[in-house]
């Protein structure tokens, strides 16, 4: 079965400061990963998705992503924090053994001090 | 524009109260999820629908009920049976199949049982 695991469920990085948020996936097959955000209160908005066209992935607000198979990881990264920032984000990974569900990791809550 | 809306917004439950949570799309996305969110646990699958009168149990479907009558709503009826509904709900859909197709997210429903 596939599976998303997120190592740390809170993270503190200054404004400015490099963003990294950590992924890794359980799959037999080639994947399907997004990594989502959640402001508090709302639902969750994508940033990016990893689609094999290209392994490293650009999303929105400025935050990509690499997907690498060696290390069966698709970290999010931000070269420099933003207050806005501020938020929980997600990782997933879409089943293909034909359900076609998704499979969300514990979530990162990211904290970004001034 | 297109997208899922959620409603209410806001809910309070008495004990052995059932209600209903709406969710209807205008993105014509063949699936529908229904997810629950507790602090520190991320999304759980609650019922999902691939298709028009048709829907399958998620990891937790025991104490809730879906029906799936039209392509734009999948209704979500909490029952006095689920002992703990206190959360967040969310409301997703997508295009059906394979693929890496991502989800939509409705702006979720805050249920409170009194």
């Known amino acids: 079965a596939q599976s998303v695991t997120q190592l740390g469920s809170h993270v503190s990085v200054s404004e400015g400061a490099l963003v990294l948020l950590r992924c890794n996936y359980s799959?037999?097959?080639?994947?399907?990963l997004f990594w989502y955000v959640q402001y508090p209160n709302q639902g969750l908005q994508l940033l990016l998705k990893?689609?094999?066209?290209?392994?490293l992935v650009k999303g929105i607000n400025g935050f990509e992503a690499e997907f690498k198979k060696s290390e069966t990881s698709f970290h999010l990264t931000k070269p420099s924090a933003h207050m806005s920032d501020a938020a929980e984000y997600f990782c997933?990974?879409?089943?293909?053994?034909?359900?076609?569900?998704?499979?969300f990791g514990t979530g990162t809550r990211l904290k970004v001090l001034a | 524009d297109g997208g899922i809306t959620q409603s209410p917004k806001y809910l309070f439950r008495k004990e052995g109260q059932n209600v209903t949570l709406s969710c209807e799309q205008n993105?014509?996305?063949?699936?529908m999820y229904w997810y629950r969110q507790d602090p520190g646990q991320g999304l759980r699958l609650i019922y999902y629908s691939q298709i028009v009168n048709d829907f399958q149990k998620g990891d937790i479907a025991e104490g809730y009920s879906v029906s799936r009558e039209k392509k734009e709503s999948f209704p979500l009826t909490v029952t006095s049976a689920q002992k703990n509904p206190t959360a967040f709900y969310l409301c997703?859909?997508?295009?059906?199949?394979?693929?890496?197709?991502?989800?939509?997210f409705g702006p979720g429903t805050r249920l409170t049982v009194l």
């Open positions: 997703a859909s997508s295009i059906s199949g394979q693929g890496h197709n991502e989800q939509f």
């Open positions: 990893y689609t094999s066209a290209a392994t």
């Open positions: 799959s037999s097959v080639p994947p399907y």
């Open positions: 997933a990974v879409r089943d293909t053994s034909g359900t076609y569900k998704y499979i």
């Open positions: 993105l014509n996305h063949d699936a």
